[in-house]
């Protein structure tokens, strides 16, 4: 044994191993394996069984359960059972049991971070200091909702039963993050924790247990991805929620398309570290540390790209070196190691792979010295220089702990190759210049934004990503939306088809002759501009009399809005007041052609005079109720870490794609529209395909509201057709579709390319002359996205 005296010498750590007898004296108490909690009981384990190895020593710690047809159908028909009696109790009473699973939680941090670190492989100071603390936190937090749902979220009820699917990374944190608000707003769960960390949630149903929540409440089935998705694809499960892969993301949601279950996906992520030349570079490179080398690299918002600016590039890259040649690998129950174990053999050697391909393809691998453990899954921790943006480990996810770096010259680069990925789940920037920082957090495409700082969490902040990274937020008010719906969306009959069909060839039916030649057409880029194909559809009103034509659009002329209003990106930019100015110039430009509108209401719908009146004047006064709100929905500052200003930025998707519906063709084209353009957003709007001429009146008052060209896009034609475009066009950032439902699974089935958001009514008809359901903070919420911003604070 070493002396002191040697040990200063040296400053080499001994071994500091943390006590795992009672873990494993409980994991002896399973006896056969683990088997399912469906209906407040623990099942027998009963063959097929997968088995649970410790990734640093190769062995087994139990066997667990593959979940079948026939366990899923009992764990969704115990939610079910369940979910009268506790989405109906006061928030306080649903409240107390999640601070008592909060309370239990940490009476029990010790033995649930010793059993992560056995089942998953991550360092015992990551579970122990982080993750164990942060699911107290979130059960916490989340009763604090429970209490104040009902004046915080007024006309909203639970979505019903949710069916989570969760990852091997951060097993108890991840059920943490989507139990806790899905119980907190009354909902009831059934969840499938990963096949290959499957423990820490079957102790987490011990403590349900223990604490006494109500039989069925929370559901636990396990098994594989063949469990997760009988699980996702259950007729009787209302929402789904799952974290993983961005390809097994993209199957979930052609698998539930059309069954009108709700969808949040937090997928994948290749987020960039950005260090500019005024960074403090030793923070910078403690930043690394915890960006990539934490949890072993296997977490979907590692700072996996290092952009360094080239004036400051060989430093930082020496400082880097020197600090990786002290990391520690190797037994994470050891307090004194810096990096576990990978989770699987299977993962480690995708990780390999992915490495050697780096290599051929020209970078070069630098990695941290030592010998690794002969037994386990270990991966030296690492980086690449030398690689191009397009470099496959550029570019793909390796989830291991290795980087990949590029250098830029400005800030504008820097922000390009940032945003040069399918990816958009968080970013982290290093400046001492507060400016910039914030400069460049603005223009990062990333659901969450760390300055000066990197992986930071909190319950009150919300998480998720912008683009293939996917879509919904977890955590804080965001995250609880996820788990309500206005109490108006479960309503309403189905949605016929289009009363008018497309018909291009001539008309030899009645016609109105003193306005047959009236031939409306597209409105794109400020122009009004003839269809693509050259072709028009007669459009009949009241009586089946042919009132005129309406240019008939293709895919071209959609690629062409698109174009248009891509072109239009300053609006997103200029100040909510300027917004709102041009909306009430709208407002005032509509009010003046009043009888001009209602009467084209009453030729093209046969409604009444004053039905037609009616639908004007709420159209008028939609405009100007959400110019209103154009500079007064602006987002939030969330109380979390006491070192941190959390910002939760409500950013504009970009160019939106708008579907319409028959019914009310100008007030329902207005109350899709009107939030996305108050938003910032800029729109291409299928108009009613019945009632089309309603639209070309439109453009005709946007030409005299001080519109800019491209924010607003009008095409007539064939609804469903012109959906599809849009649903599959990767340059559409999210999509609002309102048609049949048939069309709702052609447009949800068609997003999975891109994973754009997708907000449908499920093809049933809404009032939308109510203004519950035809207006409000719902359409303003889905009309952006929520960006993050974690700001250095105080002290």
Same mark, same amino acid.
């Given at each position: 044994m070493p002396t002191i005296k040697d040990i200063m010498n040296t400053m080499e750590y001994g071994p500091a191993p943390e006590g795992n007898a009672e873990v494993k004296a409980w994991l002896a108490g399973l006896g056969d394996g683990i088997g399912h909690f469906i209906n407040g009981k623990f099942t027998d384990a009963r063959a097929p069984l997968i088995e649970v190895l410790n990734p640093a020593t190769d062995a087994s710690l139990a066997q667990v359960a593959k979940g079948s047809a026939e366990d899923v159908e009992a764990a969704v028909r115990a939610a079910r059972a369940a979910y009268p009696k506790w989405s109906a109790l006061p928030g306080h009473a649903r409240a107390k049991y999640l601070y008592a699973i909060a309370r239990h939680i940490q009476k029990r941090e010790r033995f649930l971070s010793v059993l992560e670190t056995m089942d998953n492989g991550k360092t015992i100071r990551e579970t122990r200091d982080i993750d164990v603390p942060l699911v107290a936190r979130h059960f916490y937090h989340h009763a604090g909702w429970?209490?104040?749902?009902?004046?915080?979220?007024?006309?909203?009820?639970?979505?019903? @039963?949710?069916?989570?699917?969760?990852?091997?990374?951060?097993?108890?944190?991840?059920?943490?993050?989507?139990?806790?608000?899905?119980?907190?707003?009354?909902?009831?769960?059934?969840? &499938?924790?990963?096949?290959?960390?499957?423990?820490?949630?079957?102790?987490?149903a011990q403590i349900c247990a223990e604490v006494g929540l109500p039989a069925g409440v929370l559901n636990i089935v396990n098994g594989d991805g063949e469990t997760g998705a009988a699980i996702a694809g259950h007729p009787d499960v209302d929402k789904v929620a799952f974290t993983g892969s961005t390809e097994v993301g993209r199957l979930i949601r052609r698998q539930i398309a059309g069954s009108g279950k709700k969808l949040s996906l937090e997928l994948g992520g290749k987020s960039p570290f950005i260090v500019f030349e005024d960074a403090d570079l030793d923070a910078a490179v403690e930043g690394v540390v915890d960006a990539i080398w934490f949890n072993q690299g296997e977490v979907c918002c590692a700072g996996s790209r290092i952009l360094v600016q080239e004036g400051v590039a060989p430093r930082f890259f020496a400082k880097l070196t020197a600090r990786m040649q002290v990391l520690r690998t190797g037994d994470p129950l050891d307090k004194t190691m810096d990096v576990g174990a990978i989770v699987s053999r299977k993962q480690l050697t995708r990780i390999t792979g992915l490495l050697a391909q780096g290599e051929a393809e020209g970078a070069t691998l630098h990695r941290a010295p030592g010998a690794l453990p002969k037994t386990g899954n270990f991966c030296a921790p690492g980086f690449f220089t030398g690689t191009a943006p397009a470099s496959t480990v550029s570019q793909v996810e390796i989830f291991g702990p290795v980087a990949t770096t590029l250098t830029f010259r400005t800030a504008d680069e820097?922000?390009?190759?940032?945003?040069?990925?399918?990816?958009?789940?968080?970013?982290?920037?290093?400046?001492?210049?507060?400016?910039?920082?914030?400069? @460049?957090?603005?223009?990062?495409?990333?659901?969450?934004?760390?300055?000066?700082a990197t992986n930071i969490f909190d319950a009150g902040a919300a998480f998720g990503g912008y683009r293939e990274s996917g879509f919904g937020r977890e955590g804080g008010r965001e995250g609880m939306a996820e788990y309500l719906s206005p109490a108006w969306e479960k309503g309403g009959k189905a949605r016929p088809a289009p009363a008018l069909a497309i018909?291009?060839?001539?008309?030899?039916? &009645?016609?109105?002759?003193?306005?047959?030649?009236?031939?409306?057409?597209?409105?794109?880029?400020?122009?009004?501009?003839?269809?693509?194909?050259?072709?028009?559809?007669?459009?009949?009103?009241?009586?089946? @009399?042919?009132?005129?034509?309406?240019?008939?659009?293709?895919?071209?002329?959609?690629?062409?809005?698109?174009?248009?209003?891509?072109?239009?990106?300053?609006?997103?930019?200029?100040?909510?007041?300027?917004?709102?100015?041009?909306?009430?110039?709208?407002?005032?430009?509509?009010?003046?052609?009043?009888?001009?509108?209602?009467?084209?209401?009453?030729?093209?719908?046969?409604?009444?005079? &004053?039905?037609?009146?009616?639908?004007?004047?709420?159209?008028?006064?939609?405009?100007?109720?959400?110019?209103?709100?154009?500079? &007064?929905?602006?987002?939030?500052?969330?109380?979390?870490?006491?070192?941190?200003?959390?910002?939760?930025?409500?950013?504009?998707?970009?160019?939106?794609?708008? @579907?319409?519906?028959?019914?009310?063709?100008?007030?329902?084209?207005?109350?899709?529209?009107?939030?996305?353009?108050?938003?910032?957003?800029?729109?291409?709007?299928?108009?009613?395909?019945?009632?089309?001429?309603?639209?070309?009146?439109?453009?005709?008052?946007?030409?005299?509201?001080?519109?800019?060209?491209?924010?607003?896009?009008?095409?007539?034609?064939?609804?469903?057709?012109?959906?599809?475009?849009?649903?599959?066009?990767?340059?559409?950032?999210?999509?609002?579709?309102?048609?049949?439902?048939?069309?709702?699974?052609?447009?949800?089935?068609?997003?999975?390319g891109n994973l754009k958001p997708v907000w449908t009514d499920g093809g049933r008809l809404r009032d939308w002359r109510d203004p519950a359901q035809g207006q409000g903070a719902d359409y303003l919420r889905r009309a952006t996205q929520v960006k993050t911003i974690w700001l250095p604070y105080g002290e």
């Open positions: 429970a209490e104040v749902l009902d004046s915080e979220f007024p006309n909203h009820t639970p979505v019903g @039963v949710c069916g989570q699917v969760i990852p091997w990374n951060f097993p108890l944190l991840m059920l943490a993050w989507k139990v806790a608000p899905a119980l907190a707003a009354g909902n009831t769960v059934v969840l &499938k924790p990963a096949d290959l960390t499957p423990l820490s949630a079957w102790a987490f820097a922000v390009t190759l940032a945003n040069d990925s399918r990816y958009g789940l968080a970013a982290s920037v290093w400046s001492e210049n507060i400016n910039r920082a914030i400069e @460049v957090a603005a223009k990062v495409k990333a659901g969450v934004v760390w300055i000066n018909e291009v060839s001539p008309f030899t039916g &009645k016609s109105d002759r003193a306005d047959i030649d009236v031939t409306a057409k597209l409105y794109i880029g400020g122009k009004q501009a003839r269809a693509d194909g050259g072709q028009s559809y007669t459009v009949l009103g009241k009586g089946g @009399v042919a009132i005129g034509q309406a240019a008939l659009a293709n895919r071209k002329d959609v690629r062409n809005a698109v174009e248009a209003a891509h072109k239009a990106g300053g609006w997103g930019g200029v100040t909510a007041h300027n917004r709102a100015q041009v909306l009430y110039f709208f407002a005032e430009n509509l009010d003046q052609r009043r009888a001009e509108f209602e009467a084209l209401l009453i030729d093209s719908t046969g409604t009444s005079a &004053k039905a037609a009146a009616e639908e004007v004047e709420l159209s008028i006064r939609r405009a100007f109720w959400y110019a209103a709100q154009a500079d &007064k929905f602006d987002g939030a500052v969330h109380a979390t870490k006491s070192r941190h200003v959390t910002l939760a930025m409500n950013e504009p998707f970009g160019v939106m794609g708008l @579907v319409c519906p028959d019914e009310a063709p100008l007030l329902s084209l207005l109350s899709l529209l009107l939030p996305a353009i108050a938003m910032g957003n800029r729109a291409v709007v299928v108009a009613s395909q019945s009632h089309p001429l309603i639209a070309a009146r439109l453009y005709q008052v946007l030409e005299t509201s001080d519109m800019p060209g491209g924010v607003v896009n009008l095409l007539t034609g064939e609804r469903d057709v012109l959906a599809r475009t849009l649903a599959e066009h990767d340059d559409v950032a999210a999509l609002w579709y309102c048609g049949s439902a048939e069309g709702v699974a052609m447009v949800e089935t068609a997003s999975a």
